[in-house]
């Protein structure tokens, strides 16, 4: 669009002198474009980021992660595309945001330390974290500095934890600590996780969002106070980038979207509860594993994420293949009688039978819905339809419409289903009372299980839960339109 980067403002008092100073290639420095300046000139926000669950990754939907989705804010609000590079290690990373033409930001999961000082200018916080020293349940806890003497402790080269143990071993000596760049959080996670280091000292919101891969990890205790994370920009006097971010951040402070972020990304434990991540964990290791490849078939041959199935059937019966409940229903899809004849299940308790009757029956139930009702929010309704049945659900729409609200769109029908629990409006509707509230738990939970298993499989945590690779497979499992961001 700019044929050549905009001149500061201050440079640009009378534009006859400009032109001359311009061809004379004059002004010097005044007319050297900020950096702000630059970007808006090339179009593109150029960001240095790790490629990691609690910062950048590919999902089902492609591009996310917490970095990810506000950068991509920060960038849509000044009109940028935004251009995301990865730093193999922490040491690269801020290499990286001092080269020229190289990125102009970092989005990492930063904290600003006293070593860092000469390496970038920090932002305003955006995040409260506290490093946590993580051991191995079973292992005798260290509660203390002192408590860490003699054991295998690993972290981040170049990170602030390194920093951190580095000034904690001036007061005591004998502490000794190994530095790695050839890792990521998650594989310390995962050495504590095997017994393979000792320790480990992480960020609240990383273990936060990773106790869900891993059962054996468990918080020691806080190690010093509380850090906020930041976002960083090359070192030097141009503030005109930083200002933008700071302004950007302090919006999405006020306008939630900092909050809807952070219970997205690192709210797993809030969802599930402690007891919840520990226990998904533990089952993602020893029962998932006899049941995914049923999982992945049905997936294949009804063209639907075998992660989703998965999901539906932890939440289901926790995946026990003979689960059942007062009210009849049976097997790792808990199904009634009724739907498994229709779904052609003759055994509801063998896994196999009722997992592929679980892919058929929601299939249906999807393609039974409105047509007026797209993706993702389709899969959402499906999930609340499988729940709780069709009617109810086009008597939540009805009222959802009533209310002034969208009934295609699953926020907006999530907020009105606890209704078809209150007389007061039951009565009005044509299927009467129903629990309504169940099918918002039941697509939640859902949801957050899919979320976890999408970042299993994801490259990094490859190996570590679920052995193949996911197979991405078309129909419902499209694109995210750049509309629907944020079911957050
Ligand atoms: N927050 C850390 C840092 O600023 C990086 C992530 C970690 O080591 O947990 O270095």
């Not at 004998?174 to 504590?192: G, I, K, N």
């Not at 389709?378 to 339809?385: D, E, M, S």
């Not at 009934?407 to 044509?430: C, E, F, G, H």
Request: overall charge negative; some cysteine.
């Amino acid at each position: 669009m700019f044929a050549r980067p905009a001149i500061r403002m201050r440079c640009a008092t009378g534009l006859l002198a400009i032109g001359i100073l311009l061809m004379l290639g004059g002004c010097g420095e005044e007319l050297k474009p900020s950096v702000l300046e630059q970007v808006k000139a090339e179009g593109e926000l150029r960001v240095i980021t790790r490629n990691s669950p609690a910062t950048y990754f590919q999902d089902r939907n492609g591009d996310t992660g917490f970095e990810y989705e506000l950068a991509k804010r920060f960038a849509t609000d000044l009109g940028l595309e935004l251009k995301i590079e990865t730093a193999d290690n922490l040491g690269s990373l801020f290499a990286g945001l001092g080269r020229p033409n190289g990125p102009v930001l970092a989005a990492a999961g930063l904290v600003e330390t006293p070593a860092r000082q000469s390496q970038a200018r920090f932002s305003v916080p955006y995040l409260e974290v506290t490093p946590q020293v993580v051991y191995r349940q079973g292992q005798p806890r260290p509660t203390k500095a002192a408590d860490l003497v003699g054991k295998r402790i690993l972290v981040l080269a170049g990170s602030s934890h390194a920093e951190q143990l580095a000034a904690l071993k001036l007061e005591v000596p004998e502490l000794s600590f190994e530095e790695s760049d050839a890792v990521e959080v998650v594989d310390l996670l995962r050495m504590v996780d095997e017994g393979q280091i000792d320790l480990t000292l992480v960020d609240s919101n990383e273990l936060a969002m990773n106790q869900v891969y891993f059962p054996n990890v468990r918080v020691a205790f806080d190690l010093g106070d509380a850090n906020r994370m930041r976002w960083a920009v090359a070192p030097g006097d141009d503030d005109s980038l930083l200002q933008e971010a700071n302004a950007f951040l302090q919006r999405a402070e006020a306008n939630g979207t900092l909050q809807r972020l952070k219970e997205r990304y690192y709210g797993h434990v809030d969802v599930l509860g402690y007891v919840g991540a520990y226990t998904f964990a533990q089952h993602l290791q020893k029962r998932l594993p006899r049941y995914e490849q049923m999982f992945r078939q049905a997936g294949r041959s009804h063209q639907v994420d075998w992660r989703l199935l998965a999901a539906m059937g932890y939440q289901e019966s926790l995946w026990q293949p003979t689960a059942t409940s007062k009210t009849g229903v049976r097997g790792l899809m808990m199904l009634t009688q009724r739907t498994a004849q229709s779904v052609g299940v003759s055994n509801r308790l063998d896994p196999k039978q009722s997992i592929e009757g679980g892919a058929r029956y929601f299939i249906q139930v999807h393609s039974q819905l409105p047509e007026s009702i797209r993706e993702p929010d389709r899969t959402w309704f499906a999930l609340a339809a499988y729940n709780i049945g069709g009617g109810h659900l086009e008597d939540a729409r009805r009222l959802t419409e009533a209310e002034g609200l969208d009934p295609n769109k699953w926020l907006d029908v999530q907020k009105i289903l606890p209704r078809l629990a209150q007389k007061q409006w039951y009565s009005k509707t044509r299927y009467g009372y129903a629990r309504g509230g169940e099918p918002v738990h039941f697509v939640r939970n859902i949801r957050r299980y899919y979320d976890i298993l999408t970042w299993v499989t994801q490259p990094q945590l490859e190996g570590t839960q679920v052995a193949e690779s996911g197979v991405h497979l078309p129909g419902i499992d499209e694109r995210r339109p750049e509309d629907e961001t944020p079911p957050l």
